[in-house]
């Protein structure tokens, strides 16, 4: 998101990726193109009186980017509006009602609806939920080819990529040197863009948990099943901090995903992990293979306020996206090259929230994550 942002500007730019281009989150996530920004009324109380307004600026911004990408460059990432949030318990349709409100004080400029128990039947085919908050504001896409459309415009403009290259280290200077196995680049500034991936840099450590989400991809479901569980091709998550989350993808699977203390890439354990909560929502996919399974990491920060700030003067970072990636990292790409372009108004925002830090996190990072999901379960059930 920066590089292109930066290459659109004019900047020269040079990405230095450590294994392929969305290798991480940016092509693993569930592709839900979700309105909002964690830790929003942390964000909000931080800047007084005029922060309702600010953070509401800035908190559709990520889909504006999107779209305008999608027109300007042509990206096929089978981008489709619609998106409900989903309610288990009182507590939950509290706050979708409270959310409705919200949206309907800002005149909200799309689709918004309140949906009974018999509403979300009717809309997805279940009765795992007990009301939720239709937005037809918010929608899906497929990840991984928004990315890789976006590096494509990022080329085109003169950028360059450099693929496996792992940075070995960062020589903090007048002009920072990024140094690779292969060589090494000399620039102006330098952008930490690695997330729950990053472990180079020791000022960041133990400011973020990193949360293990996993997807299952059934096989193609009949037009029968499609019509029953999902007719209006919606993105659907619930309000769980141990979250589940599916949607429908183009050619008709569905792609269903959850957060779980697991830390392999066995797609066998993935199954036994998913298989039963997706069969408790949807029973009547009982039977129906499982093509494919993957997981991946997602950056929580302690106070769920996302990381943009720098550890040098010329060293920015971004990352701690908690869930809304696809939204937030295509803003806070344009803040980074608002801040290496010399503007700092929405950058200081951010970078002026200290995170909170847990010492030793990142050396017992397995147990710390065993403990938080642990908690997070508990107040789920609560």
């Not at 990206?75 to 089978?78: P, V």
């Not at 863009?193 to 096989?219: D, Q």
């Given at each position: 998101?920066?590089?292109l942002?930066l290459?659109?500007?004019?900047?020269?730019?040079?990405?230095?990726?450590?294994?392929?281009?969305?290798?991480?989150?940016?092509?693993?996530?569930?592709?839900?193109?979700?309105?909002?920004?964690?830790?929003?009324?942390?964000?909000?109380?931080?800047?007084?009186?005029?922060?309702?307004?600010?953070?509401?600026?800035?908190?559709?911004?990520?889909?504006?980017?999107i779209?305008?990408?999608?027109?300007?460059y042509g990206?096929?990432?089978?981008l489709?509006?619609?998106?409900?949030?989903?309610?288990?318990?009182?507590?939950?349709?509290?706050g979708?009602?409270?959310?409705?409100?919200?949206?309907?004080?800002?005149?909200?400029?799309?689709?918004?609806?309140?949906?009974?128990?018999?509403?979300?039947?009717?809309?997805?085919?279940?009765?795992a939920?007990?009301?939720?908050?239709?937005?037809?504001?918010?929608?899906?896409?497929?990840?991984?080819?928004?990315?890789?459309?976006?590096?494509?415009?990022a080329?085109?403009l003169?950028?360059?990529?450099?693929?496996?290259?792992?940075?070995?280290?960062?020589?903090?200077q007048?002009?920072?040197?990024?140094?690779?196995?292969?060589?090494?680049?000399?620039?102006?500034f330098?952008?930490?863009?690695?997330?729950?991936?990053?472990?180079?840099?020791?000022?960041?450590?133990?400011?973020?948990?990193?949360?293990?989400?996993?997807?299952?991809?059934?096989?193609?479901?009949?037009?029968?099943?499609v019509?029953?569980?999902?007719?209006?091709?919606?993105?659907?998550?619930?309000?769980?901090?141990?979250?589940?989350?599916?949607?429908?993808?183009?050619d008709?699977?569905?792609?269903?995903?959850?957060?779980?203390?697991?830390?392999?890439r066995?797609?066998?354990?993935?199954?036994?992990?998913?298989?039963?909560?997706?069969?408790?929502?949807?029973?009547?996919?009982?039977?129906?293979?499982?093509d494919?399974?993957?997981?991946?990491?997602?950056?929580?920060?302690?106070?769920?306020?996302?990381?943009?700030?720098?550890?040098?003067n010329?060293i920015?970072y971004?990352?701690?996206?908690?869930?809304?990636?696809?939204?937030?990292?295509?803003?806070?790409?344009?803040?980074?090259?608002?801040?290496?372009?010399?503007?700092?108004?929405?950058?200081?925002?951010?970078?002026?929230?200290?995170?909170?830090?847990?010492?030793?996190?990142?050396?017992?990072?397995?147990?710390?994550?065993?403990?938080?999901?642990?908690?997070y379960?508990?107040?789920?059930?609560?």
């Open positions: 998101s920066a590089a942002h290459a659109e500007r004019g900047f020269k730019v040079h990405v230095i990726e450590a294994n392929k281009v969305a290798w991480g989150a940016s092509g693993r996530n569930g592709g839900q193109m979700i309105g909002g920004i964690s830790g929003e009324n942390r964000i909000s109380k931080s800047l007084g009186a005029d922060g309702e307004s600010i953070v509401w600026d800035m908190r559709w911004k990520g889909h504006q980017i779209r305008e990408r999608i027109r300007t990206i096929q990432c089978d489709k509006s619609g998106y409900l949030d989903v309610a288990i318990k009182p507590r939950h349709v509290q979708l009602e409270a959310e409705f409100t919200e949206l309907k004080r800002h005149n909200f400029p799309c689709e918004i609806k309140l949906l009974s128990k018999q509403e979300i039947r009717d809309t997805i085919g279940t009765n939920y007990i009301g939720g908050l239709l937005n037809m504001g918010n929608g899906h896409l497929h990840p991984l080819n928004l990315c890789i459309g976006e590096a494509k415009a080329v085109n003169g950028a360059t990529i450099y693929e496996q290259s792992p940075v070995l280290r960062i020589e903090k007048s002009k920072p040197m990024v140094v690779t196995e292969q060589g090494s680049i000399t620039a102006d330098v952008v930490l863009a690695g997330n729950a991936y990053h472990f180079l840099e020791p000022k960041l450590r133990g400011i973020m948990f990193p949360v293990n989400s996993f997807i299952l991809a059934t096989e193609p479901l009949s037009e029968d099943i019509c029953e569980i999902n007719p209006q091709d919606l993105a659907v998550c619930d309000p769980n901090y141990i979250l589940e989350y599916f949607r429908l993808s183009a008709k699977r569905l792609l269903f995903g959850g957060r779980c203390n697991y830390f392999g066995d797609p066998d354990v993935i199954k036994r992990h998913l298989m039963p909560r997706m069969l408790k929502i949807y029973p009547q996919l009982a039977g129906t293979r499982i494919f399974s993957w997981g991946g990491t997602i950056g929580v920060p302690i106070n769920r306020v996302p990381q943009i700030g720098r550890i040098d010329n920015f971004s990352q701690g996206y908690s869930g809304h990636g696809v939204n937030v990292t295509h803003l806070a790409g344009q803040i980074i090259a608002d801040a290496v372009a010399g503007t700092f108004d929405r950058f200081d925002i951010f970078a002026n929230i200290k995170p909170f830090t847990i010492p030793g996190q990142h050396i017992f990072r397995r147990q710390m994550v065993g403990l938080g999901m642990l908690y379960a508990l107040k789920d059930k609560l």
